[in-house]
């Protein structure tokens, strides 16, 4: 058990229609990161957030949005779905952004993920 | 980040140490070599992570070589729930990025 909490655990949805997927990080942890992972793209990074704010995007589209709320927990907007957003969605967390030397040695915890399914 | 090359699928019986290998030729000085694992469509786990030297966890020993072009987990007495697929990560170490970039990784099947 990675202490990375994730709900829910299944969902299935219609086409057109909108998800929010929650995550909730390790205790004391600051960053979150959200990742897809579909069959034919593999593990795909999409946004990170650090306490509360945006910290860096990656392949995300544009009807997806994310936020960290106060108590830092993350939520994943999904909408207009498509068939082809049918995919696992893994949460991660790391504590705050410790340097060593200068450089980041974060580790990534990741949670069990949410199994969605676009019919 | 530095590419990585892992070859697709390895076998290793129970009970031996099972050796999975990982290419990283163009690594930079301030890269980390991270290893995960997932076991059939669960979160990625962590397993362990180095620089230079080499590292030992309760889980793995990660050896990586005096160049750092290339690094192999060694999961020293194999067993069936270490069925799994393995990725090793090269990782930009800086503020601003943190993200991981996962390969194709390493499908290990442990044979009883």
């Known amino acids: 058990d990675s202490g990375v909490t994730q709900t829910p655990k299944h969902l299935i949805t219609a086409t057109g229609q909108r998800v929010t997927l929650r995550c909730s990080p390790r205790?004391?942890?600051?960053?979150v990161y959200w990742y897809q992972q579909s069959l034919d793209q593999g593990l795909q990074f999409l946004i990170q957030?650090?306490?509360?704010?945006?910290?860096a995007k990656g392949n995300i589209l544009e009807r997806f949005s994310a936020q960290q709320f106060p108590d830092l927990h993350s939520e994943l907007n999904l909408s207009s779905l498509e068939l082809g957003d049918s995919a696992l969605y893994f949460c991660?967390?790391?504590?705050?952004?410790?340097?060593?030397?200068?450089?980041?040695?974060?580790?990534?915890?990741f949670g069990p993920g949410t199994r969605l399914t676009v019919l | 980040d530095a590419k990585t090359t892992q070859p697709p699928s390895m076998d290793c019986a129970e009970g031996r140490a099972a050796n999975l290998p990982c290419n990283h030729s163009?690594?930079?000085?301030?890269?980390?070599v991270y290893w995960y694992r997932q076991i059939h469509s669960q979160g990625p786990q962590y397993i362990i992570h180095?620089?230079?030297n080499n590292e030992t966890n309760e889980m793995a020993s990660l050896i990586i070589t005096e160049d750092r072009k290339s690094s192999t987990l060694i999961l020293p007495h194999a067993t069936l729930r270490d069925t799994a697929v393995y990725y090793c990560?090269?990782?930009?170490?800086?503020?601003?990025?943190?993200?991981?970039?996962f390969g194709q990784g390493t499908r290990l099947t442990i044979n009883p």
């Open positions: 991660a967390s790391s504590p705050k952004q410790g340097t060593s030397g200068g450089y980041s040695t974060d580790t990534q915890y």
């Open positions: 205790s004391g942890d600051l960053s």
């Open positions: 957030y650090y306490n509360g704010e945006e910290r």
């Open positions: 163009t690594i930079s000085g301030n890269e980390y």
């Open positions: 180095g620089l230079k």
């Open positions: 990560i090269v990782r930009v170490a800086n503020q601003g990025a943190q993200k991981l970039v």
